[in-house]
């Protein structure tokens, strides 16, 4: 803020006075002082305390600085107590204006894992003469306040004669964050009034006026200040009387408790924004949909002590006026949650529907693939076999075209085999003494071929299939006494057989074969 932008004209004779009494002492340029002297309200003695024992950022311009950077990936936080994105409080109350109804803002509080900024050093160091003069002078004040009581209320000029007084009383207290100045009212007002029900919420003050807003409840904010005579009396005789307890209680699904010390900073904020005109005080909060659909406005109000039935009857007035427009924002509320979790289930449902589509297609496309997959390996398999036909065709063409000739009838040497096929028929055929086992197990193997051809064409030379070995299903055996002459010991028929048998042609069996091997 520059000092163009404050038009020290339109400054009041006090706030000039506050003005030119807090530039004296702290020497600071206009451009700075006067922001400072707005945050503290237009009072000397707490500008002067900040400027010299330190003050944090400015929790408003630390949250613009944080919303504009939300957008970007490095934004790490956001300040938790600024429920309406920063909307300033004069604009709450020109919206409800209409309706004579006081707005209830969220505060501005500093946050809980934000400490107190300090001065450089050398700057402390160069003001500490002007810090022991204030703290004399402010000595000397208060010992003149309490002389002349009327000199405080002459130079004080915050604003709210209700709060007059208390900010100076507020140094012993350990400020602390919001939710930690909840308990410890909470635990100094049971240690104070013993063990109640009332159900004071542990939290912020702009954390249960959003809590407020969202679950569209009333909220009940107690302003307590320990210094009043009324305090004690108007809690032990109203507020823990049985006729509120009793309306609290059954009120508790619609009614949110939050309760504040005033000498505590974010308390005295409250009843600042409330216009708290007198303590005790209590004051009604709900949201106002018909005003502004952000609202949340005070319609009740009920300063200094009053009895448990003017109490009770102040609050009741109040909800039984404003509930049915909030029942009206509950029922829009809800029929907008029931369209949603429709369209959830409708949303679910279609994506079950699909998931089910997709696991059908696949389950589809398996099989066929499996079908396409037994198709080929069939169609392999069938080509495999016809390619192993042709092979064995090929080899028995072959090898029956390079058998032996039969060694003719003048061969005494010639060894004379009668062999019985596996169709039951007998062949008798000689072979050469000097053959090998082998050519008889050709003989029989090429058997059929050798039928078919009345004459071999010895002019063309057959070619044994290129990479293919033959093996012979069969086995030669003589049943009296059962000799097996397998191929597989080799060994010229004179060897193995001597000058003549009968051999029986044995099929092998897979499993037989697999046995033996």
């Known amino acids: 803020m520059s000092a163009d932008e404050v038009d020290i004209g339109q400054l009041s004779e006090n706030?000039?006075?506050?003005?030119?009494?807090?530039?004296?002492?702290?020497?600071?340029?206009?451009?700075?002082?006067?922001?400072?002297?707005?945050?503290?309200?237009?009072?000397?003695?707490?500008?002067?305390?900040?400027?010299?024992?330190?003050?944090?950022l400015d929790p408003v311009e630390e949250a613009r600085v944080a919303l504009n950077r939300?957008?970007?990936?490095?934004?790490?936080?956001?300040?938790?107590?600024?429920?309406?994105?920063?909307?300033?409080?004069?604009?709450?109350?020109?919206?409800?204006?209409?309706?004579?109804?006081q707005s209830a803002p969220p505060v501005v509080t500093q946050s809980e894992d934000h400490g107190p900024s300090r001065p450089p050093f050398l700057l402390a160091l160069f003001f500490t003469p002007f810090n022991l003069l204030y703290r004399l002078l402010y000595s000397s004040f208060r010992l003149f306040g309490t002389l002349f009581p009327f000199l405080p209320r002459l130079l004080n000029v915050a604003g709210n004669p209700a709060l007059q007084g208390l900010q100076r009383n507020t140094s012993g207290r350990r400020p602390l964050g919001p939710k930690d100045t909840a308990g410890r009212f909470?635990?100094?007002?049971?240690?104070?009034?013993?063990?109640?029900?009332?159900?004071?919420?542990?939290?912020?003050?702009?954390?249960?006026?959003?809590?407020?807003?969202?679950?569209?409840k009333f909220l009940l904010v107690i302003l307590l200040s320990p210094e009043h005579d009324d305090t004690v009396s108007w809690v032990e005789d109203t507020l823990?009387?049985?006729?509120?307890?009793?309306?609290?209680?059954?009120?508790?699904?619609?009614?949110?408790?939050w309760g504040g010390n005033v000498q505590d900073s974010e308390a005295y904020q409250v009843a600042n924004s409330l216009r708290c005109t007198k303590f005790p005080f209590a004051s009604l909060i709900v949201h106002t949909p018909n005003v502004n659909t952000t609202a949340m406005s005070t319609i009740a109000r009920i300063p200094g002590n009053t009895s448990p039935s003017e109490f009770v009857s102040k609050l009741r007035t109040a909800i039984?006026?404003?509930?049915?427009?909030?029942?009206?924002?509950?029922?829009?509320?809800?029929?907008?949650?029931?369209?949603?979790?429709?369209?959830?289930?409708?949303?679910?449902?279609y994506e079950r529907s699909l998931a089910?589509?997709?696991?059908?297609?696949?389950?589809?496309?398996?099989?066929?693939?499996?079908?396409?997959?037994?198709?080929?390996?069939?169609?392999?398999?069938?080509?495999?076999?016809?390619?192993y036909a042709g092979n064995v065709l090929q080899w028995k063409e072959w090898r029956a075209w390079s058998l032996l000739n039969e060694p003719g009838p003048n061969d005494r040497?010639?060894?004379?085999?009668?062999?019985?096929?596996?169709?039951?028929?007998?062949?008798?055929?000689?072979?050469?003494?000097?053959?090998?086992?082998?050519?008889?197990?050709?003989?029989?193997?090429?058997?059929?071929?050798?039928?078919?051809?009345?004459?071999?064409?010895?002019?063309?030379?057959?070619?044994?299939?290129?990479g293919f070995e033959h093996k012979y299903g069969f086995q030669l055996v003589s049943p009296v006494p059962r000799v097996i002459y397998?191929?597989?010991?080799?060994?010229?028929i004179r060897e193995r057989i001597g000058r003549g048998v009968n051999l029986v042609v044995e099929p092998i069996d897979d499993e037989e074969e697999n046995e033996s091997s």
């Open 486 to 492: 397998d191929i597989g010991s080799g060994g010229s």
């Open 186 to 216: 909470i635990r100094e007002f049971e240690e104070e009034y013993g063990t109640n029900t009332l159900p004071f919420l542990e939290n912020g003050y702009n954390m249960a006026l959003e809590k407020a807003h969202q679950e569209l």
């Open 413 to 466: 040497d010639a060894i004379r085999i009668s062999i019985r096929l596996t169709s039951g028929e007998r062949v008798i055929r000689r072979f050469t003494a000097d053959a090998d086992i082998e050519e008889v197990y050709a003989f029989v193997e090429c058997y059929d071929i050798l039928q078919g051809a009345v004459e071999l064409d010895h002019s063309s030379v057959l070619q044994k299939p290129e």
């Open 240 to 257: 823990l009387s049985q006729e509120v307890m009793e309306f609290l209680g059954d009120s508790r699904d619609d009614i949110l408790l």
């Open 320 to 349: 039984n006026q404003n509930k049915e427009s909030l029942d009206r924002v509950r029922s829009r509320r809800t029929e907008q949650e029931v369209s949603r979790t429709l369209r959830e289930e409708q949303d679910s449902a």
């Open 15 to 56: 706030e000039r006075e506050a003005l030119q009494t807090y530039t004296t002492v702290t020497g600071q340029d206009l451009t700075a002082a006067i922001p400072l002297l707005q945050r503290s309200q237009w009072n000397v003695q707490i500008a002067i305390s900040k400027f010299f024992d330190g003050e944090g």
């Open 356 to 387: 089910q589509d997709r696991e059908r297609a696949r389950q589809q496309r398996e099989t066929e693939a499996a079908r396409q997959q037994a198709e080929q390996e069939e169609a392999e398999r069938k080509a495999a076999a016809e390619k």
């Open 70 to 101: 939300s957008s970007s990936p490095h934004s790490q936080r956001r300040p938790q107590n600024l429920m309406y994105d920063d909307i300033p409080s004069f604009q709450h109350r020109s919206s409800v204006s209409s309706r004579g109804l």
